[in-house]
């Protein structure tokens, strides 16, 4: 909780055969961290279309992460170097929407990595904390009434 | 009047160019004119806004919209002709996804005007004069204008619509097509696009150089680029085309003039966003995998909205830039 | 207080793209009457950002109706931009897809449009006053030739520019495509039609508006008049250009007022903006703005066919010129003032640009391949011009080195004539509307004064069958309706 009551909402994409057992792994060690990230579970970080991430971001979160396996670990060869190449593309996209940079995060952790996957998580919330809500969604509409 | 069908033709945000179209279907226009009545069609024909008020709801069997929806009066129209219509056709890439115009949605009506109005170089304006939606000229005349919406909007965010015929604008053999579907009865489940539902890749003239693996060491712009004519795929040179992630029908055309495609038919069908597909095609033929290099390519691309948006911002799911 | 109010509302009223308020005294005659155009998109401002090489993909859709001269005019601007001359093999190419255009959206102006007015006849019924009265008229196969010709062009300019409606083919340096080898002889054949077809509907023009006393008397009449100053593109030798040249400008008596670069275009043109109407109304900076009116001392000048002719010594081709000397001859020497004028000056042009095909298609270098230079140095500011049918076009771009948009400023031709197509209406109700007397008649008469620009704001003018609707609402000072005429 901050000053200004702001609970950033926080979605992240976890590829299955790493960061999903890391997530399991800081839970059994009883690491404790944010609760504001939701974890949605993926096959493989190569599988996190841009179109969910836009679209998590249109849904109303303040911020998105993507985490996979390190490279050279992914199960299906290419998946997470496919993710770097979007993921650097989407940050000038981000840019041009007027939307801070820092609101994707994309890492690697693996299954054994527990500790950095409860801090990657607390880092994030610190960020988007910081950086406040998005209210992308709050494009400002006017079509009923208003003044030229 | 006859018993024939009643249709009618309207414009919103528009440049004129899908009416133009029409027109440029020469002979078949006549046929369409003989097998129905068009009952308005304001490019072209008288038609009074009480005529259409007047007309039983669900009179017209069709209407064909073009152009986004930008003004307060376009909102009204689209909505009379959708309660007097059985069936609304988008027709062309503003009505369906906002067009061109649309990319006016990475700026707002503050900062149109601000420009425009105040701002220009060549104006002479020194009182920052800007147009106002009512007022009273020398104190007595009382004038008025429709509101400028912040966003523009393609049509099916602010009616249901039951077909779309795509392009900017659409080609004579989209129109005809969907012309005859429409008059033979064999029009297909509503919600349909009336184009193939394939990718323009899968037409393409130059689709035989396309290498099963693209890989590019940089992004190239049309104009800096010397073999625009040499016939082979655009994306392998590094340059932009929207053919992965458009839908096939118009007939190549931008591709027949050496250019590469921006993709005005559109997403096919399971493309969600035509852009964010397109971006997700060019991030996998970059040819690094290291975090430095892959910048050093894309600080080629110096825009992404113009290439992967220029007919779809609207429609997509970014729909609008972020106002804070 | 006026205590009526007349609303004429073209059509277009409904989607907002210009409607005539016309304000009586309490004499029932004309106080006031304003032109206004509800519509605005924002191009310049949703430019910026975008890569410069798309903005002639991008500023086409402007208007569907001239895509062609936004096309070329931005072309010629990253021209400017990037420093770079395109090969001499290029210009021809532009030079004669944009004469193709010309002719096809001259032609349609005059057969669909505004030439009903005289070919019909200004107060034949309304049923007949169209292309199809036209064709009634002069005939089925003269309007064939029409659709032929009109089709014709269009090929052409798709050939060249992968679509008609919003070509594509232009870059900075140059053109992605010229003419193909095998179509070559079948455009050739094209342009010799286009020939006769324009030397056809001059004379079509003058078989029957000056064979008849009444549209002499008409076209010469006070209500639609106006003594402006005439700005556009010439060559060298003054003659009009449609592609290339310097903006010269001529005052109300046809003497050269100035003529400059384009470039310099914000030394001699302001724009003044009026809280009533998202179109601007540029006027002449150094006579200045004085408001809506005419002569010597006011800014206000006139661009587009007979602007053009009234800024020019003469056409470059050998029938037009012939024309042009028999239309100056016949109204009295230069400049001619008569806003009806515009349609006779229209179709000359019309000869002129078919010519200019003609020439172009047999040029030795039309098949040449060098049609590209590619740019190599650094952008920042570009400006391009050309006569679009309406008037001249400027683009005018700035960017950052990478040639990414940072400002673009658009004059679009029917901008330049915002001013006196608001004070042709005006001048046209006036002289007509009498003592509360409003009738049909009158209401043709506005929209002839309108017509006569083509206004690119009226769009919804261009095609079939071409008749503007217009309904008149006279309101009673407390804003109660006190009548309606409409004009069936
Ligand atoms: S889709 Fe293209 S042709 Fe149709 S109105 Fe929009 S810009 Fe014009
Ligand atoms: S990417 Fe473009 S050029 Fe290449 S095959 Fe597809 S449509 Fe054709
Ligand atoms: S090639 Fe692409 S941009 Fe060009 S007309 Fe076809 S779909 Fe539209
Ligand atoms: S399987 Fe973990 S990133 Fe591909």
């Known amino acids: 909780m901050t000053e200004t009551g702001f609970e950033p909402k926080i979605v992240a994409f976890v590829c299955n055969w790493c960061s999903y057992v890391g997530a399991d792994i800081a839970g059994s060690m009883k690491l404790k961290y944010t609760p504001n990230v939701n974890l949605i579970r993926v096959m493989c970080s190569g599988r996190v279309d841009p179109e969910f991430i836009m679209e998590a971001f249109r849904g109303g979160a303040d911020g998105v992460m993507v985490l996979g396996c390190h490279p050279g670990d992914c199960h299906y060869i290419e998946g997470n170097y496919n993710t770097l190449k979007r993921y650097s593309m989407l940050k000038p996209l981000l840019d041009q929407f007027n939307i801070e940079q820092d609101r994707l995060y994309l890492d690697w952790v693996s299954a054994s990595e527990g500790e950095k996957f409860a801090r990657v998580m607390d880092e994030m919330n610190d960020r988007i904390t910081q950086l406040g809500p998005l209210n992308w969604d709050k494009v400002i509409d006017t079509r009923q009434g208003g003044e030229v | ?324 | 207080m006026p205590d009526k109010h007349i609303s004429i509302r073209p059509i277009t009223r409904l989607e907002g793209h210009g409607n005539i308020e016309i304000f009586l005294d309490n004499e029932g005659n004309v106080e006031r009457a304003f032109l206004q155009v509800p519509e605005l998109r924002g191009f310049e401002k949703f430019s910026e950002g975008r890569p410069a090489e798309e903005m002639p993909r991008i500023t086409p859709k402007i208007c569907g109706v001239c895509p062609t001269a936004h096309h070329m005019a931005s072309q010629k601007a990253l021209d400017d931009l990037y420093n770079v001359n395109p090969p001499l093999p290029a210009k021809k190419i532009r030079e004669l897809m944009y004469s193709a255009f010309m002719i096809e959206d001259h032609a349609i102006h005059f057969y669909f449009l505004g030439g009903p007015d005289f070919v019909v006849g200004p107060d034949a019924p309304k049923s007949e006053r169209n292309i199809l009265g036209v064709i009634d008229k002069v005939g089925l196969e003269a309007g064939k030739v029409v659709i032929k010709n009109r089709k014709q062009c269009r090929e052409i300019i798709t050939a060249l520019g992968g679509r008609v409606i919003h070509p594509v083919s232009g870059l900075p340096g140059g053109v992605s495509k010229g003419i193909a080898e095998e179509d070559l002889e079948k455009f050739k054949q094209y342009t010799d039609e286009a020939v006769e077809f324009g030397q056809f509907t001059v004379q079509l023009f003058k078989d029957i508006v000056l064979k008849n006393e009444e549209y002499v008397k008409l076209i010469t009449s006070d209500p639609y008049t106006h003594k402006t100053y005439y700005m556009g593109l010439v060559d060298e030798n003054n003659h009009v250009n449609f592609y290339d040249g310097k903006i010269r400008v001529v005052n109300p008596e046809g003497k050269e007022f100035v003529k400059f670069d384009g470039r310099d275009y914000k030394k001699h043109i302001s724009e003044h903006v009026e809280k009533w109407s998202y179109i601007k109304f540029p006027f002449l900076k150094n006579v200045g703005w004085k408001g809506f009116v005419d002569g010597q001392d006011s800014g206000v000048y006139r661009v587009a066919p007979l602007a053009r002719l009234n800024a020019s010594d003469g056409l470059a081709t050998p029938l037009a010129q012939k024309e042009y000397e028999f239309m100056y001859e016949t109204l009295g020497g230069k400049p001619v003032h008569h806003t009806l004028a515009f349609h006779w000056a229209r179709v000359i042009e019309l000869l002129y640009a078919a010519e200019r095909l003609q020439e172009l298609i047999n040029d030795d270098d039309i098949l040449n391949p060098d049609i590209r230079t590619i740019p190599d140095s650094i952008p920042n500011e570009g400006i391009g011009i050309v006569e679009a049918p309406r008037g001249v076009l400027i683009h005018d771009y700035a960017t950052d080195e990478q040639g990414i948009m940072k400002k673009a400023n658009l004059l679009v031709a029917t901008v330049h004539n915002s001013a006196p197509i608001a004070m042709s209406i005006e001048k046209a109700a006036k002289g007509i509307i009498k003592n509360f007397q409003v009738n049909d008649g009158l209401l043709n008469m506005v929209e002839m004064a309108f017509r006569a620009y083509d206004p690119c704001l009226a769009c919804a003018t261009h095609s079939l069958p071409g008749n503007m609707p217009l309904r008149i609402k006279i309101f009673k000072s407390d804003h109660t309706v006190h009548d309606v005429i409409e004009r069936m």
């Open chain 2, 1 to 324: 009047m006859s018993d024939k069908p009643k249709i009618g033709i309207y414009w919103c945000s528009s440049c004129g160019g899908c009416e133009e179209a029409i027109v440029d279907l020469n002979e078949t226009l006549l046929d369409v004119v003989a097998a129905v009545d068009i009952v308005f069609w304001p490019v072209a024909m008288d038609f009074k806004y009480e005529d259409v008020e007047n007309l039983e709801d669900g009179e017209l069997l069709a209407s064909f919209i073009n152009g986004a929806i930008r003004l307060s009066e376009q909102e009204e129209i689209a909505k009379l002709l959708r309660r007097k219509s059985q069936l609304v056709f988008a027709f062309g890439s503003c009505a369906i996804m906002g067009g061109i115009p649309g990319l006016a949605n990475m700026t707002n009506r503050e900062e149109v005007f601000t420009r425009v109005y105040k701002e220009m170089e060549s104006n002479d304006n020194p009182e920052n004069t800007v147009p106002q939606t009512e007022i009273l000229v020398d104190g007595k005349y009382n004038l008025k204008l429709p509101e400028f919406f912040n966003s523009v909007y393609p049509l099916d965010q602010i009616i249901p619509v039951d077909y779309y015929i795509p392009g900017c604008a659409p080609s004579p053999d989209t129109i005809k097509d969907a012309f005859t579907a429409i008059l033979e009865g064999k029009l297909p489940e509503k919600g349909t696009v009336l184009s193939p539902n394939k990718s323009m890749c899968d037409t393409c003239p130059r689709k035989e150089t396309k290498p099963d693996k693209v890989e590019i060491e940089k992004f190239t712009r049309p104009h800096q680029y010397d073999k625009l004519d040499d016939g082979k795929c655009f994306l392998e040179a590094g340059i932009i085309c929207m053919g992965p992630a458009t839908r096939g029908g118009c007939g190549e055309r931008c591709i027949n003039a050496n250019m590469p495609c921006r993709g005005c038919y559109g997403p096919s069908n399971n493309v969600k966003d035509q852009g964010l597909r397109m971006l997700s095609v060019l991030a996998s033929i970059i040819k690094s995998d290291k975090e430095e290099e892959i910048a050093e390519v894309l600080a080629t691309l110096p825009d992404l909205i113009g290439p992967l948006y220029m007919y779809g911002l609207p429609s997509s799911i970014l729909f609008h830039k972020r106002i804070e």
